[in-house]
């Protein structure tokens, strides 16, 4: 009988040494550094998938130092190799991208991957790896695609948390010399990738609606709210595209590697199929309920996209986009409801989220320099921008101040649309102080979410809010 271990041990690389499809991140990688070129890539498919893979790695080539590994199989291919056993790399990913895997791990002795007009899968791969190791050897793979190889195999690896998977490589007539057990990963990761806990930023679609509460009717509350509920599904799914255009720079992030799309526990080409296939079925729905409000969340979509795509990566500019999503938000409360838009509410907008998304950026620079990094991953900012973020949120904190005084002393006390107007100076009082305090704790790198969504949690900030609440109802 064979002692198998003593057979060179093939390993494949998509799902099986690497936790992610080289090809789907490739495409991805594609899409945010040149998204025509990699559609015109699509037409390639005429001429079989070994030359669309060809021609994605022209277009671009995604991070292959970043992409994460099984680190149990590793640990066994260097176990193996260290006792002497030939590790050879066998992939249908494009030979390039093979290649530069292999580089970054000097155990394999070989390389083997698609390349002109063969796509290495299947019995494909089988036939190749037979004419290649004619005493035989022993295959390392994931999934049902692979069973023609392990047919043709002495044993197999199988890195698979399906037990079905086991018995039918067995049911081939061939033995299981090791099996990789994969934590599945359910709904829990996804539920985390869309960030539920940031829906709450959304409620801001409604403030206009209360502050022209006395010209609301009800079926522009309901309006409101029905798009409240779909700019939460839109704000997700462009999550989803935010970090699936990330994923290099959240690879090396100290915390960030953890989210579903870096860490591999979601996979590129199911965020890829989810959004192509509810972002427009959303954006639609929006355009029946409400035409106007609808339009105004097609521009929130568009402004999101042109964020994912670049705009993160211009130093000041990125959060002058972050301050211009928040005011949209406002918009789609005014069109949804049928109001009259106020220049003060948007123009105060503007400046107080600005300053807010500053503060987020004035921690992670702060958090760099902690670790010694010169700039921030995936952003344009570098270690010493400090003093850059410092003064210009700031700056924009107390001109959002500087508004909600004039509003009230041009507008407010001059109209006595209030029947006791003095309790609104609460108003201004309470946003200099709550700016404050999210300026100290972002100096302090102590500000790790979005400043919103820190504040709906913030027992001082809520405790402000409330405070504003009833001044404006004493005022009344």
């Not at 149990?72 to 895997?101: C, F, M, P, S």
């Not at 791969?125 to 793979?141: H, I, S, T």
């Not at 069973?147 to 998977?165: D, E, F, G, H, N």
């Amino acid at each position: 009988m064979i002692d198998t271990r003593k057979l060179p041990l093939i390993v494949d690389l998509d799902g099986t040494f690497l936790k992610v499809d080289s090809l789907f991140e490739t495409f991805a990688a594609g899409l945010f550094a040149s998204t025509f070129g990699s559609l015109l890539a699509l037409l390639e498919l005429r001429n079989g998938i070994s030359a669309f893979k060809q021609r994605l790695t022209r277009v671009a080539e995604p991070d292959v130092d970043s992409f994460p590994v099984r680190e149990e199989l590793l640990a066994y291919l260097e176990q193996e190799a260290h006792a002497g056993r030939e590790i050879h790399l066998a992939t249908a990913a494009d030979r390039v991208i093979a290649l530069k895997v292999a580089s970054r791990f000097p155990l394999f002795r070989s390389v083997n991957g698609s390349e002109g007009g063969l796509n290495l899968k299947g019995q494909n791969k089988a036939d190749r790896l037979l004419q290649q190791f004619p005493d035989g050897f022993v295959y390392a793979g994931d999934s049902t695609v692979d069973l023609p190889v392990w047919r043709s195999a002495k044993a197999a690896v199988v890195v698979s948390s399906s037990r079905a998977l086991v018995d039918a490589v067995e049911a081939g007539g061939t033995p299981v010399e090791r099996a990789f057990g994969d934590k599945p990963h359910g709904r829990a990761v996804w539920l985390k990738a869309l960030r539920p806990h940031q829906w709450a930023k959304n409620m801001i679609v409604l403030v206009p609606v209360a502050l022209g509460w006395r010209d609301v009717t009800p079926e522009g509350l309901l309006r409101a709210l029905v798009m409240v509920g779909l700019l939460c599904m839109v704000a997700s799914l462009t999550y989803l595209v935010n970090d699936m255009a990330d994923l290099a720079s959240d690879r090396k992030h100290w915390s960030k590697r953890r989210r579903g799309f870096a860490s591999g526990a979601i996979p590129v080409r199911d965020g890829l199929l989810v959004v192509s296939a509810v972002l427009p079925v959303a954006c639609i729905v929006a355009l029946l309920v409400a035409p106007l409000a609808g339009l105004c969340l097609l521009f929130y979509v568009a402004v999101t996209l042109g964020y994912s795509f670049g705009w993160k990566r211009i130093p000041l500019f990125d959060t002058f986009v972050i301050a211009l999503l928040f005011t949209i938000r406002i918009l789609i409360g005014i069109a949804a409801a049928d109001l009259e838009p106020s220049a003060w509410l948007l123009t105060f907008s503007m400046f107080f989220f600005f300053s807010l998304a500053l503060a987020k950026r004035h921690t992670e620079i702060l958090r760099a320099a902690e670790h010694s990094l010169q700039k921030l991953e995936g952003r344009g900012y570098q270690a010493g921008d400090e003093g850059l973020t410092l003064a210009f949120g700031s700056a924009a904190s107390m001109a959002s101040i500087v508004i909600v005084v004039l509003y009230l002393v041009e507008e407010v006390f001059a109209r006595q649309i209030y029947h006791t107007p003095a309790w609104l100076w609460v108003a201004p009082i309470a946003i200099f102080l709550f700016s404050c305090r999210i300026w100290v704790l972002s100096h302090r790198g102590r500000m790790t979410d979005d400043p919103v969504a820190f504040a709906l949690r913030d027992n001082v900030s809520l405790g402000l809010g409330v405070l504003v609440a009833v001044a404006i109802l004493l005022a009344l």
